[in-house]
């Protein structure tokens, strides 16, 4: 896959067909692949924290969930081919298992919401096998508990939503321990398949404007929304920059 490099991170230049048919391509293989979905929030948390730069480098796949890491590529004149948001992701996964039977475990969120989203999914998507689930409040005492659940049930799918960065570390940290395929952090995606969080309306996704959305919903976000305008801003003197430069 064709690398795109947005200040440090290196995001893998996939559409989502390409992105499904990776993650498919995966059940198949030994090892367990890391997949990450930064949005432009976790982006701006990667220029501040190397260690989190470093784990969203060693993904098996990294691909960009929101607008405006899309819209920094072309600024930057290094354009990735489209948005391939987590959630979307997970829904075109989910809907593959009519061609390709998975099993899924889903991690995180609050008490009841991951037992709700499974059976939200196992409703809509019958071939699409729920081995098992737990919410995303523990200690770290409980972590070799949950880990061992994890693998006890076989799943090939393990959807992580503990919310960024906790969840790409998490799974960084453990990934060697899972005998899953494939561990995905999805963020609030756990909620959106229970019903308890919306997605902003398609005309708002299809504009960019996901971000006012969850702003007009949340307005507590407002401090971290505010990464928003500095990536875009730190892609535009970046720019500048290399203008300059050549």
């Known amino acids: 896959m064709e690398i795109i490099k947005i200040h440090g991170v290196m995001m893998d230049n996939v559409t989502m067909d390409e992105a499904l048919e990776y993650v498919i391509g995966r059940l198949d293989r030994t090892g367990t692949a890391k997949i990450y979905t930064p949005n432009s929030e976790i982006m701006m948390q990667a220029q501040r924290d190397p260690g989190l730069k470093d784990i969203l480098n060693q993904a098996d796949l990294l691909i960009a969930d929101g607008a405006g890491v899309v819209l920094a590529s072309r600024i930057l004149k290094r354009p990735l081919k489209e948005k391939v948001s987590g959630v979307d992701l997970v829904k075109r996964i989910l809907e593959n298992t009519n061609k390709r039977p998975a099993s899924f475990f889903i991690f995180g969120a609050r008490p009841g919401v991951a037992e709700k989203a499974a059976e939200n999914i196992m409703s809509q998507y019958?071939?699409?096998?729920?081995?098992?689930?737990?919410?995303?409040?523990?200690?770290?005492?409980?972590?070799d508990t949950i880990i061992n659940r994890i693998n006890e049930s076989g799943a090939d799918i393990l959807l992580v939503g503990l919310g960024a960065p906790k969840q790409e570390k998490w799974i960084h940290r453990n990934a060697h321990r899972l005998n899953c395929k494939v561990a995905m952090g999805i963020g609030g995606s756990i909620d959106v398949l229970a019903g308890t969080a919306a997605l902003a309306p398609e005309f708002m996704r299809r504009a960019g404007l996901e971000w006012l959305f969850r702003l007009v919903k949340e307005p507590r976000r407002l401090p971290r929304m505010m990464d928003l305008p500095r990536f875009i801003l730190l892609s535009i003197r970046r720019r500048f920059r290399l203008k300059k430069d050549s």
């Open 126 to 143: 019958p071939k699409a096998e729920i081995k098992g689930w737990q919410h995303g409040y523990f200690n770290s005492d409980e972590e």
